[in-house]
């Protein structure tokens, strides 16, 4: 069966930007490890047999594993395949009770890959304004935008953030700042 579904020479899998292991398997007690060729970001426990680290490379690599003992020693050929990282878009801004006439918010989206965040004012043109990242209120009303990335060759596109945002009317109030009606 193995031979079949080709699981004895199946790759082994990492991810760009991710903690990755793997425990080299070996039989008959080795007291020392060593790998070459492994992509660039990991390394090897020469003691334990761990594989670790985070991949700095995307990329497929043929692998040699050397296990020994005081017996002598051994060595496999694996394929070890770094796919391109999985990013994600967050927004930790509190920005309160929007009103007409605040002044323009910068807005701080990040993503975990540490790429650029693209924004898009998808709803709300009479309400607000999107330059770049900064977000003008135009007028009461409400306003829809999506914060997108598109990835490149190490990381792939993050899923889209949308964020909704209600514009209250101004407070009007007189001299003696007692509240008059909204407008």
Avoid at 8 to 16: C, D, G, H, T, Y
Avoid at 113 to 118: A, E, R
Avoid at 126 to 137: A, K, R, T
Wanted: glycine share 8%.
């Amino acid at each position: 069966r193995q031979s079949v579904y080709e699981f004895a020479n199946s790759p082994l899998i990492a991810r760009f930007g991710e903690e990755y292991s793997y425990a080299i398997e070996s039989v008959k007690g080795p007291t020392e490890y060593n790998a070459t060729n492994l992509p660039t970001g990991l390394e090897v426990d020469s003691v334990s047999g761990l594989i670790f680290g985070i991949p700095t490379a995307v990329g497929e690599y043929n692998s040699t594993l050397l296990v020994s003992n005081i017996s002598g020693w051994d060595s496999e050929v694996i394929k070890l395949v770094v796919l391109r990282g999985q990013q994600s878009i967050s927004f930790n801004q509190d920005l309160g009770v929007l009103s007409y006439g605040i002044n323009p918010i910068d807005l701080n989206f990040t993503t975990s890959s540490g790429l650029p965040v693209s924004l898009d004012l998808l709803d709300g043109n009479s309400s607000v304004d999107l330059n770049g990242s900064i977000l003008s209120i135009l007028a009461p009303g409400s306003g829809r935008i999506r914060a997108s990335q598109a990835g490149n060759l190490d990381w792939l596109s993050a899923e889209p953030l949308y964020l909704d945002v209600q514009i209250m009317k101004k407070e009007l109030v007189n001299f003696e700042n007692k509240k008059i009606k909204d407008i």
